[in-house]
């Protein structure tokens, strides 16, 4: 494992969404490849690629049918052999999404597997007798009801931490193991560049979360055994070839990413840890929100910054294929001048933060969550099995209150087109879109912004230029100024040669920089273009100065 990761800026393509190259509405592999001169003009040099591989259609190509297949809508291996060459040629690394906490139950081990109990295959999977007749425990599933679906024909239930469509793999499998090391090898001597891997965190559960005996929902993260297991397939697997890797832990701390994100290489490059994106979560479900306290989201990335400085490896990040958009989120997408300038002040407070940053198609244009009006509109498994679920079910939510949370929480809002152009379906297909473009594509959209200097896609490529010139952006100490403020995230990195300062106003108001957060400098980035008094910021104003000695 080599430590390019440290200089890596990702950007993360979800195909399906991204360009659509042959005309049948749906994003595809030729797609992306037409557009890497866009994602190396921004600045980018690895891409983090969504599922791409053979799928049975239920979750967005998290439900693998095959994993050395490509899904026929993306187009074919040559496709994709293509687009690796062609990003190498522009020095541009590519990593795969690596989905091994489950797999279809389409996919060849679960059609043996469920066929009869005396194939080995049997074990691949986690399946147990019932409980007094009915589900083993009360385990839930990530996207609602139990966790359990009886199989007709032996009679058992199978584990599925998500859809009943994506069946739990047994990690303490030996051959699933070796299974998966396998797969991964064959995509690493095909040339990749390394993995981001789904809910890694969920790998290894508990075997007494498991058992049949009608017990409660349990954790079923992080379980005794996980650092072992990626130990294993870092020796076998991660260190013989020259790797970026980041694994999806939403269970993750600071103490636990010391292990997962060691710098010495034992397990992963780095992990998306979940604490600064559940912030604005209300106690009880993921569905309802709360206005963002700053104080709070500023003592996250203090905890995550200071907390693995010298030892482990941030990723950064706002937005992926699961989160709300961050324009919308955190900062103000009501009208156009605060909409540009809160998305510069997003990103440049990300940016400058230690860790490799990870931008998902469209924030580098500020796009914004999907008006959606109902239900019907949805295409998420998520979205959808929440809303019979809270509304239908359990009456829980009226219908308005309910699509009031999908509005701004689901995770359709990341998954509409990319906004290429003002003209029909932004530009992303020639006919009929799987899913509908955001009807702002006519102001928001790539054409418009490359090349116009006060673009929030310019603004990201100077992030990204800032990053590659300033080493203090690499390896500076993280110093955070003013944590109790509400409305000032101040920040400074230090690396014994340079001072850099970061600003950024999260509020609609008229800020004050207090005595420890003086900003005498040079100015490399600004969101407005007027100079004014140094110590005072104007509504969502951002600076990133380099401070006098
Ligand atoms: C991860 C993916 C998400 C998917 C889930 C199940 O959280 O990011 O999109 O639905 O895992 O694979
Ligand atoms: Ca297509």
Redo the contacts with the bound molecule.
């Keep these: 494992m080599g430590d390019w990761f440290k200089r890596a800026v990702v950007y993360q393509v979800y195909p399906k969404s991204f360009m ?9 592999l030729r ?1 992306v490849t037409e557009k890497l001169d866009y994602i190396h003009e921004l600045g980018a040099n690895v891409i983090w690629l969504n599922p791409i591989y053979k799928n049975s259609g239920v979750d967005g190509g998290y439900d693998i049918s095959d994993y050395r297949a490509i899904a026929p ?1 993306f187009g074919t291996m040559e496709d994709f052999d293509e687009l690796l060459r062609q990003a190498h040629a522009r020095g541009i690394r590519i990593i795969m999404d690596l989905v091994v906490n489950h797999t279809s139950t389409e996919h060849a081990w679960f059609k043996e597997s469920r066929a009869n109990k005396d194939t080995p295959k049997r074990d691949f999977y986690v399946w147990r007798p019932p409980f007094e007749g009915g589900v083993p425990n009360g385990e839930r599933s990530i996207f609602s009801g139990s966790a359990w679906e009886k199989d007709e024909a032996t009679g058992e239930y199978y584990l599925h931490m998500f859809a009943k469509e994506q069946a739990d793999l047994n990690w303490h499998n030996e051959q699933v193991r070796q299974g998966v090391y396998d797969m991964m090898r064959w995509w690493l001597d095909k040339g990749i560049d390394g993995f981001r891997m789904d809910v890694i965190d969920m790998i290894a559960k508990p075997e007494e979360a498991l058992a049949s005996d009608g017990g409660p929902h349990r954790n079923v993260s992080t379980g005794p055994k996980e650092h072992l297991y990626l130990r294993e397939m870092n020796r076998e697997v991660l260190s013989r070839y020259d790797t970026m890797t980041v694994g999806e832990t939403s269970s993750a701390t600071v103490e636990s990413a010391a292990d997962y994100a060691n710098l010495d290489g034992s397990e992963l490059s780095m992990i998306f840890q979940f604490q600064h994106v559940s912030v604005d979560e209300a106690p009880k479900y993921k569905w309802c929100t709360d206005p963002l306290h700053l104080p709070k989201l500023k003592c996250v990335f203090d905890k995550w910054e200071t907390g693995l400085y010298g030892k482990a490896w941030n990723s950064l990040y706002w937005n992926n294929h699961d989160q709300p958009r961050i324009v919308s989120r955190f900062g103000c997408d009501s009208d156009e001048a605060s909409r540009v300038r809160s998305a510069k002040m997003l990103g440049a407070c990300l940016h400058m933060m230690q860790g490799t940053p990870y931008i998902y198609q469209g924030e580098e244009l500020g796009m914004t969550n999907y008006p959606m009006k109902s239900i019907d509109e949805s295409l998420d498994v998520e979205s959808i099995n929440a809303y019979h679920e809270l509304v239908e079910e359990k009456h829980e939510m009226t219908p308005e209150q309910m699509m009031a949370c999908i509005r701004r929480k689901g995770r359709d809002n990341a998954r509409t087109p990319m906004q290429w152009t003002a003209e029909k379906n932004a530009g992303f ?1 020639h006919s009929k879109p799987w899913m509908p473009v955001n009807p702002n594509h006519t102001v928001i959209n790539a054409q418009a912004q490359v090349g116009d200097l006060d673009s929030v896609f310019s603004f990201y490529q100077k992030l990204i230029r800032i990053r590659q010139e300033y080493d203090v952006v690499i390896d500076g100490r993280f110093e955070l100024l003013m944590p109790e403020d509400e409305q000032v995230f101040a920040y400074i990195r230090d690396d014994g040669k340079q001072r850099m300062l970061v600003i950024c106003n999260f509020s609609d108001r008229d800020a004050v920089l207090t005595a420890d957060a003086q900003m005498e400098g040079q100015i490399l980035i600004g969101n407005y273009h007027e100079e004014r008094e140094k110590q005072k910021l104007r509504p969502t104003e951002t600076r990133i100065v380099i401070l006098k000695e």
Excluded at 20 to 28: Q, S, V
């Design positions: 659509d190259a042959n005309g049948d509405g749906i994003g595809d797609g809508e297909t």
